[in-house]
């Protein structure tokens, strides 16, 4: 979610700034960097920063303040986990707002916005799915994957829709206009993830992190 350095007070980029720096700083920590070395895995997770810098670069305005776009953070928490998918939606921004030219003042609260609030929900989804619902493969696709991606669009949209009404509040409906366009991209968002993580985990299973064959195909492990 784009939000004009106009719009953000610069208290809120200092902070956001910091924030950024301690999740990109506990990422790099925690990342499973040993995965990258399997087969396909670094090509894999490449592959994705560009398709997702490609996601990102395709936005709609809301009036004069929030532009929205697809996140595909779910799809990438499903693929690598929270922390490889955290640095590869950082990237994928860094490369987004360096190509359109968008400056840098709102660059860590965009991808806080757009990958950090997104994955926090894709993860609690898939795990809420794991400790309350039977291990089944459409469990997985529908919940974990749609659902997931539904919800991370919604809280992302909300967090920014507060964020606008509380930068303009002498507007108290600012945020009012972004409901109808934060719906479409709900749904689009889960559509987008379901359809895709449902074909990888059918012809490509390895590229999941996420999903186990043990657990959801009963099989010993992935073929």
């Not at 200092?14 to 499973?32: D, E, G, Q």
């Not at 090509?43 to 994705?48: I, S, V």
């Not at 950090?116 to 469990?139: G, H, K, M």
Request: charged share 10%.
């Amino acid at each position: 979610m784009y939000l004009p350095a106009s719009l953000v007070p610069e208290r809120w980029q200092w902070l956001a700034s910091v924030a950024l720096f301690a999740v990109l700083v506990l990422a790099v920590a925690r990342a499973p960097w040993s995965r990258l070395r399997e087969d396909e895995q670094s090509h894999l997770w490449l592959g994705m920063i560009v398709f997702l810098a490609l996601l990102w670069s395709v936005a709609s305005g809301v009036g004069q303040t929030v532009r929205f776009h697809l996140l595909g953070a779910t799809l990438a928490y499903l693929l690598f986990g929270p922390w490889l998918a955290m640095l590869a939606l950082g990237t994928a921004g860094a490369a987004v707002t360096l190509a359109n030219g968008l400056g840098w003042a709102t660059y860590p609260l965009h991808v806080l916005l757009s990958a950090a609030v997104p994955i926090a929900v894709s993860d609690r989804v898939l795990r809420i799915a794991e400790r309350r619902l039977p291990p089944n493969y459409f469990i997985y696709v529908f919940v974990a994957a749609f659902l997931g991606g539904t919800l991370a669009m919604f809280a992302s949209g909300l967090a920014t829709a507060s964020l606008v009404a509380l930068a303009m509040p002498e507007a108290p409906h600012a945020g009012e206009d972004l409901l109808p366009m934060l719906l479409m991209l709900g749904f689009g968002e889960g559509t987008l993830t379901g359809m895709l993580a449902s074909l990888m985990v059918v012809y490509r299973p390895r590229w999941v992190g996420t999903f186990s064959d043990a657990r959801y195909l009963g099989r010993g492990e992935k073929e």
